[in-house]
């Protein structure tokens, strides 16, 4: 079982960025997909940003062109770097790994872990 931990949050002006960092304990080139979620008090958690195994990225819509992933499988890391940031991006954001293999039927998901979050708060 792997152990997620993020870092990075905080307290940051419209426009500002941040870097959030999630550190595995474990592997992580045995997770196909590492993401990012975000969840804001009363909401679901949403999926914000995630990346392949073999660094194939997709951003959700809202913060594309703001916000970029990466993971590094040597130092078992992925990064969220957040440009231009807007009183919307206020969330809690958690770290994911998620267990899989794609095979005949697509994706097939096993597993997945989660970290235990770093508060983003965006104010003026």
């Known amino acids: 079982q792997v152990q997620l931990m993020e870092s990075g949050g905080g307290l940051v002006q419209p426009g500002g960025s941040l870097r959030l960092s999630c550190a595995a304990s474990?592997?992580?080139?045995?997770?196909?997909?590492m993401s990012w979620y975000r969840q804001t008090p009363g909401k679901q958690r949403e999926l914000v940003a995630a990346?392949?195994?073999?660094?194939?990225?997709n951003v959700v819509d809202d913060v594309r062109g703001r916000f970029t992933i990466s993971r590094d499988n040597a130092k078992n890391t992925v990064d969220l770097q957040m440009n231009d940031l807007k009183f919307e991006d206020t969330a809690v954001y958690y770290c994911?790994?998620?267990?899989?293999?794609?095979?005949?039927?697509?994706?097939?998901?096993?597993?997945?872990?989660w970290g235990q979050g770093t508060q983003v708060t965006v104010s003026s």
């Open positions: 994911n790994a998620d267990k899989g293999s794609v095979g005949p039927l697509g994706y097939q998901h096993e597993a997945d872990y």
């Open positions: 474990g592997n992580i080139f045995d997770f196909y997909f």
């Open positions: 990346v392949s195994i073999d660094g194939r990225t």
